[in-house]
């Protein structure tokens, strides 16, 4: 488990690491870069050292998720309107875990509602467990 180094750099401690591991064993086939893109995944939207900290430990299925979900996910959240996403996913780091076609099934089921486009994103920045309804 030679990426473990690259979760230390985060402060991330053995507990939490461990803890990680049992969640998602994919971790252990990591490499270095692989858990480096996802750091950097997280810089492009302004996350800070504390909040990929959190995000990652928080949330270990993100480290085996593909970087092209990731950014497409982070690119239709932008489209539609989500302002500060660092803030949104250290909010709710599970958010990462979506796909595109869950957030637009979503957004476009609240749209046949009657509901407003400007509302429904306020009322997920607003609530971000709200995507836990995802």
Known sequence: MQNILELYKLGISDD??????????????????EINEKIEILKSINCNDRQIKN??????????????????????????????????????PYILNLDVFEVDNYIDKRLKNGEVLEDIVDDLEGNPSLFLDI
């Open 16 to 33: 939490a690491i461990m803890e990680m591991v049992e969640l998602n064993p994919e971790i252990k086939d990591l490499d270095d870069n």
């Open 55 to 92: 995000i990652i430990s928080s949330n270990a299925l993100y480290l085996s998720r593909l970087n092209t979900d990731i950014i497409n996910l982070l690119n239709r959240l932008n489209s539609l309107g989500f302002n500060s996403l660092n803030i949104l996913i250290d909010s709710n």
